[in-house]
Nanobody
Framework: QVQLVESGGGLVQAGGSLRLSCAASGSIFRINAMGWYRQAPGKQRELVANDKGGGITNYADSVKGRFTISRDNAKNTVYLQMNSLKSEDTAVYYC??????????????WGQGTQVTVSS
């Protein structure tokens, strides 16, 4: 099994910054893609940003220019630097990883979620 542990959420004023971290551990052979999703109350979970490796990243239009995703492959860790936060960024943020376990099973893994609240 693969576990994802997130950290870095919290309460911040509009215009402020937060940095989320997510570390994957367990029976990992290779992590292919890592990313962040978010879900606000009453809304569907949406992609915020992902890193598919090889320099390929994707961002939601609403966060382009404000959020930056990065990875430390040696640590199987992904980060999300969030700047110029807005009240509409308030949500539970979930880490996602797609990879291969040591027993060759392919998996899609999720963290437990971390709350980000932006006060206006």
């Amino acid at each position: 099994q693969v576990q994802l542990v997130e950290s870095g959420g919290g309460l911040v004023q509009a215009g402020g910054s937060l940095r989320l971290s997510c570390a994957a551990s367990g029976s990992i052979f290779r992590i292919n893609a890592m990313g962040w999703y978010r879900q606000a109350p009453g809304k569907q979970r949406e992609l915020v940003a992902n890193d598919k490796g090889g320099g390929i990243t994707n961002y939601a239009d609403s966060v382009k220019g404000r959020f930056t995703i990065s990875r430390d492959n040696a640590k199987n860790t992904v980060y999300l630097q969030m700047n110029s936060l807005k009240s509409e960024d308030t949500a539970v943020y979930y880490c996602n990883a797609q990879g291969i376990q040591r027993d060759w099973r392919v998996g899609d893994y999720w963290g437990q979620g971390t709350q980000v609240t932006v006060s206006s």
